[in-house]
């Protein structure tokens, strides 16, 4: 199985800052990885995909990019909506994984 | 607008079985691959499996802990995916959700999820 390490697990910041959240594979996904935010009691909502597109409705504050085993998705200027869990996932191959999550609290 | 709305969760003792359901709308449910994901209650995301398409022979993936007691079908008529758990376990205790898998293979869309609990 493909291993998916996010770092750092839990981070805080202030709005308006830029976050950078890393997540890396324990083998070669090509782009093969997608980027998720999830809020207290909601289903997660996909943000990212192919490593480096924006899904269709998310606010283009959010990018990410990277191949290969290295990954990162970027937050430009975060808001108070903007604090929750973000997830990566490779589906480059089954089982499908998922990193273990990236808490993104306000200082 | 896409709408999954899955149902079917509750409590049940450890050995027995649970049907979930979710019912889709606002998309073409036959053209896509759906999948099941499960969240134990505090911890991350975790992928169950996933049906394919018709054009795919309806084709069936597993995450190894629920290969063998669970079984992911669909009724491309009724716009339903369903999840058949048996030999439930006290680690199955958890939010499962639906989703649906884009063009892109990332999880599109998701539903609210139902809460599943395994407890004696």
């Known amino acids: 199985d493909i291993q998916m390490t996010q770092s750092p697990s839990s981070l805080s910041a202030s709005v308006g800052d830029r976050v950078t959240i890393t997540c890396r594979a324990s083998?070669?996904?090509?782009?093969?990885l997608a980027w998720y935010q999830q809020k207290p009691g909601e289903a997660p909502k996909s943000l990212i995909y192919g490593a480096s597109s924006l899904q269709t409705g998310a606010p283009p504050k959010f990018s990410g990019s990277g191949s290969g085993t290295e990954f990162t998705l970027t937050i430009s200027s975060l808001q108070p909506e903007d604090f929750a869990i973000y997830y990566c996932?490779?589906?480059?191959?089954?089982?499908?994984?998922f990193g273990g999550g990236t808490k993104v609290e306000i200082k | 607008e896409v709408q999954l709305v899955e149902s079917g969760g509750g409590s049940v003792q450890p050995g027995g079985s649970l049907r979930l359901s979710c019912a889709a709308s606002g998309f073409t449910f036959s053209d896509h691959y759906m999948d099941w994901v499960r969240q134990a209650p505090g911890k991350g995301l975790e992928w169950v499996g996933r049906t394919r398409k018709k054009v795919n022979s309806y084709t069936t993936e597993y995450a190894a802990s629920v290969q063998g007691r669970f079984t992911i079908s669909r009724d491309d008529s009724q716009n339903s995916l369903y999840l058949q758990m048996n030999s439930l376990k006290t680690e199955d205790t958890a939010v499962y959700f639906c989703?649906?898998?884009?063009?892109?293979?990332?999880?599109?869309?998701w539903g609210q999820g139902t809460l599943v609990t395994v407890s004696s």
């Open positions: 989703a649906r898998v884009g063009g892109s293979f990332c999880l599109d869309h």
């Open positions: 996932q490779q589906y480059e191959s089954y089982p499908v994984t």
């Open positions: 083998q070669g996904i090509g782009k093969s």
